[in-house]
């Protein structure tokens, strides 16, 4: 890969086996969760990606002694400060790309009395709605929280105070939101309950209890989170899984990809995450789950996926946040399946790294492909024929690896601009297609 610049040339199967990078969601919490902990948190499989690199740099600013990440089979150490141990740092926090990063200190510092904390990004995450973490914090639970365009946009500056405690009932399911106010919760001055309407991912929850918070999850489908402050956190063992949304590449490209055949190891299967694995089971797509066992709170397993024929998929707004991040590759195979493909109630994307609505519309149209773009969604009938073409990722990591496994089918090769941003959450991972499509 030379200048961010890389050509994918069709005509090979993928073979072999795959251990995935660590669970990008999981990877923060365990940084912020063991930061604020007392004692030491020790983290194996951590992703040492750019995105977690971030949430490191940023606690280190604020006096948390974390070991270096990605150095090769060595755990990262994070020695915790406890709840209100969060030093008031020389300089602003600058969060990189990472949303994650931006909208879940904003929760950690919102209740560090006295401290006043400025938080930034690159010219991207500046761009990206932060309005939805900052209302409910302002509104429901006394937060001082300002930043351009009413607090919506960064830079912006949290200056800790006393925070209450309360109902919050979220406007969208959101982990990130729903994160942000359990941490913000956890220095309250009374129990934060989080109802969402629709339940998102929970890696916040399980960890949370794993730390030793006092925390209840009831109603439908676990829809109420409910916090009562004043338990410290204790620092814990942690076991990161492999992150299904980055498997989802090598589930997609093998279903779609004549003669592959694919183990993936050790892969996360929480429910509020699995929805991928449920789509293509719609589809008839040739996925097995062996070794199903429980990691430090978490369901894992292998994912054995062969490929072979697929119908159709419809998504629709109540399945979106169990596979939000999956979308762009399942843009991918539909346009192998037999049949018409619908993604609706996926607005969200249109705030992500990049509008991938837009931009997976943009650069898979650049291939031949006849892809319709709704308010918030995609139809897609197929099959369809791929011509290689040169393609661009516009700087979205899960933009540059669809296009990588759709290129793989086209007829001719397709050179991909941007590749490098794939190491936001999948360092190695041109590497690894190379391996696999070799063997």
Request: with cysteine; proline share 6%; net charge neutral.
């Amino acid at each position: 890969m030379e200048g961010g610049s890389i050509t994918i040339e069709p005509g090979c199967s993928l073979r072999g086996e795959v251990m995935v990078p660590g669970d990008k969601s999981i990877s923060h919490r365990a940084l912020l969760f063991g930061a604020i902990a007392e004692g030491t948190t020790t983290i194996h499989g951590l992703l040492t990606a750019a995105d977690p690199c971030s949430t490191a740099d940023c606690l280190r600013a604020m006096g948390v002694n974390i070991s270096p990440l990605g150095t090769k089979d060595q755990p990262v150490v994070v020695e915790g400060v406890g709840l209100d141990g969060l030093q008031e740092p020389e300089d602003v926090l600058n969060c990189g790309n990472s949303g994650t990063t931006m909208r879940l200190l904003m929760g950690l510092l919102a209740g560090c009395r006295g401290r006043h904390f400025f938080l930034t990004g690159d010219a991207s995450l500046r761009q990206r709605p932060m309005a939805r973490v900052s209302r409910p914090l302002c509104r429901s639970m006394g937060a001082n929280i300002s930043g351009r365009d009413n607090g919506n946009l960064a830079p912006l500056a949290v200056n800790g105070c006393q925070l209450r405690g309360g109902t919050i009932g979220t406007s969208v399911a959101s982990a990130q939101v729903k994160s942000a106010l359990l941490l913000a919760g956890l220095m309250a001055n009374g129990s934060v309950s989080v109802i969402e309407p629709i339940r998102s991912r929970d890696h916040s929850e399980r960890m949370l209890k794993a730390f030793g918070a006092d925390l209840q999850v009831t109603g439908d489908h676990g829809r109420h989170v409910r916090l009562n402050p004043g338990q410290p956190l204790q620092g814990q063992e942690i076991v990161v899984p492999g992150d299904i949304s980055s498997a989802a590449f090598w589930l997609v490209g093998a279903a779609i990809t004549p003669g592959s055949r694919l183990r993936l190891l050790q892969v996360g299967l929480n429910p509020t995450r699995t929805g991928v694995l449920e789509v293509l089971q719609t589809m008839g797509a040739q996925v097995q789950v062996e070794r199903q066992r429980q990691i430090v709170g978490e369901p894992v397993g292998d994912l054995l996926v062969r490929h072979g024929p697929l119908g159709p998929f419809s998504i629709g707004p109540e399945l979106v946040p169990r596979l939000v991040d999956e979308i762009p590759i399942l843009a991918v195979a539909a346009l192998f399946a037999q049949g018409t493909s619908q993604i609706s109630g996926a607005g969200e994307l249109r705030v992500k790294e990049t509008d991938r609505l837009a931009v997976m519309t943009r650069q898979l149209k650049a291939m031949g492909a006849v892809v319709e773009e709704t308010a918030d969604g995609l139809v897609i009938q197929g099959p369809q024929k791929l011509q290689g073409a040169q393609l661009d990722s516009e700087a979205d990591h899960r933009v540059a690896m669809s296009l990588a496994l759709a290129a793989l089918n086209a007829h001719g090769p397709s050179p991909i601009d941007g590749a490098d941003a794939a190491g936001v959450s999948y360092p190695g991972f041109w590497q690894q297609l190379q391996q696999l499509g070799s063997n």
